[in-house]
């Protein structure tokens, strides 16, 4: 068994109060406090746990020992720090508990993995330092292996920038006790100096350092700043949360030997930059990462569902130049060939009914067509393509086509069905049936469905042009429908977050919109609903959301 299928795998702000992370245990995070008492010495930066198992769950927080221990300062004594896990909230009955021995070589953050639980059964956690406790958090098993589950359900989110907004959609994931975990699809952080994205005018409130991210203690102290928005704490401390990166936790468009926004000249060595930005990334989210320092791992729900959770930036060539051939050239990966090869045998054997994909970036094929002019400026922002409107977005599949030929391939040659990417990066909501030949589309039978999430915060179409949402945009929607038939919706505008849920005769995308991600009191609304059939391997709209 390898270790992957054992794990089957940017001015900070004051921190919220133990009490204002227990709000969404009653299902009543709705008051939000930007500014909210502090928490004590210790604890400033909250609790997490991620990656549930039958049998265990990874737990995580961070002390500050002394008061210039601030992340990424590199200062403060080493602290042990006690953890237990308990049954009840007032932990009355404690299951199990153990000690950590942490320091400034880790940023001062603290995991604990913890085993010997229960399966599918919902545990409250904290840390101790010096008598002193941090905020309770809660998390839950997952149901074990061969348990058939009536269903699970999961929070989907990506592309959370802070300085276009606030994090409301963390908000209104907390207050839901349905959820058995929350799946962060990337871009849990961006790099950019303050004011590069959205520029200084739009900027709702600004990252820190001020500076690009280029160095370890650069990218601690920005994933230090994240670990203080209330509704992160909120979220972190209600639900595990199982991550994958895509570009901006290192640098945009990020590949093995580069980035778009990475020059060697003047930024130093990319090797170095990646390697710090992959250190802060496992100290501070609460992710087990393989032995080779990479997030792609499996998890598995009982015998509903397979997890694959890819890592699409660390292996893959650099992007080709769109509109050229080499997005054809079979020499080219974005998966590297050892990845692909683990996911193809694990969607060969799994015998779960559900084979869902964890992909940073959008699978499905794409064209652009005949798009009106004033908006290729802006989807040429999101989606990397040039402003003349070429035709292919090469950061994703599109600009890996042996790659993506290969996998849809095997799961039709082999009769894979039920499988199901989950996708963030574009700042869209997409449902889509993934035909292994577009062009022959609908004529040929799709291999697979995906559901893309929208952005949190970070600047989508109506954004870029400042206007309205849902109205330039809308000519944009049905250009890209007309030329992508197996694209069944696709929303330009809305920021939100998205919940899923699987049972055994389908699986089901809610999309929610927040109002105002300018507001932290922003409301949130259904947008609508899709589901994929058993068997069927495309998406149809649904009536109403799950629960």
Request: charged share 20%.
């Amino acid at each position: 068994m390898t270790d992957h299928d054992q794990i089957s795998r940017r001015t900070a702000v004051t921190a919220v109060a133990a009490t204002a992370a227990l709000l969404p245990f009653a299902g009543a995070a709705t008051a939000h406090a930007q500014q909210a008492p502090d928490q004590g010495r210790f604890f400033q930066h909250g609790v997490a746990s991620g990656d549930p198992l039958p049998d265990g769950v990874l737990l995580w927080t961070r002390v500050t020992p002394t008061p210039s221990a601030t992340p990424g300062s590199g200062r403060g004594p080493a602290t042990k720090v006690s953890w237990e896990v308990a049954s009840d909230q007032g932990f009355a009955t404690v299951v199990t508990r153990g000690t950590v021995t942490t320091s400034a070589a880790a940023d001062h953050t603290v995991k604990a993995d913890v085993r010997g639980l229960r399966p599918a059964t919902p545990y409250y956690y904290r840390f101790t330092v010096d008598g002193q406790h941090s905020p309770v958090g809660r998390t839950r098993t997952a149901p074990a292996h061969d348990a058939a589950a009536g269903n699970v359900r999961f929070g989907v989110v990506s592309c959370a920038n802070w300085e276009s907004g606030y994090f409301s959609s963390y908000r209104h994931l907390a207050a839901r006790t349905d959820l058995d975990a929350v799946l962060h699809l990337g871009d849990y952080l961006y790099e950019y100096k303050s004011g590069e994205f959205p520029d200084f005018t739009y900027v709702v409130r600004p990252h820190s350092p001020a500076h690009e991210l280029l160095t370890l203690a650069d990218y601690r102290i920005r994933h230090g700043v994240h670990k203080t928005d209330p509704d992160a704490l909120a979220m972190h401390a209600a639900h595990p949360v199982i991550a994958i990166w895509d570009d901006h936790e290192f640098a945009d468009n990020a590949w093995k030997g580069g980035a778009v926004n990475h020059t060697p000249g003047t930024e130093g060595s990319w090797s170095a930059r990646m390697a710090a930005a992959k250190q802060a990334y496992f100290e501070w989210m609460p992710v087990r990462p393989s032995i080779a320092g990479t997030t792609y791992r499996r998890l598995r729900f009982g015998t509903l569902a397979d997890l694959h959770l890819l890592d699409l930036r660390s292996f893959r060539d650099e992007q080709a130049k769109p509109g050229s051939g080499a997005v054809d050239d079979p020499s080219r990966t974005i998966t590297g060939r050892a990845q692909l090869d683990w996911l193809k045998a694990g969607l060969t054997r799994s015998d779960t009914a559900w084979r869902l994909v964890g992909t940073s970036v959008m699978v499905s094929q794409v064209a652009f067509g005949s798009i009106p002019a004033h908006l290729l400026g802006p989807l040429a922002e999101i989606l990397g393509i040039p402003k003349e409107g070429l035709a292919v977005n090469t950061d994703q599949w599109d600009g890996y086509t042996d790659d993506r030929r290969e996998l849809l391939g095997h799961l039709s040659d082999r009769g894979i069905d039920n499988t199901v990417f989950l996708t963030g990066d574009i700042h869209m909501a997409w449902a889509n049936d993934v035909p292994l030949q577009a062009a022959t589309y609908p004529a040929t039978r799709p291999v697979a469905t995906e559901f893309v999430v929208t952005s949190v915060t970070s600047d989508n179409v109506d954004d870029f042009l400042h206007v309205a949402p849902h109205t330039i945009s809308l000519a944009g929607v049905a250009a890209i429908r007309a030329a992508n038939r197996h694209v069944k919706w696709l929303d330009m505008d809305s920021h939100g977050y998205s919940v899923l849920d699987v049972n055994a005769e389908r699986t089901q995308m809610d999309y929610f919109g927040i109002s105002d991600k300018t507001d932290p009191n922003a409301t949130s609304k259904l947008l609508r609903s899709y589901r994929t059939r058993s068997g069927s391997q495309q998406v149809e709209r649904a009536d109403q959301p799950v629960g």
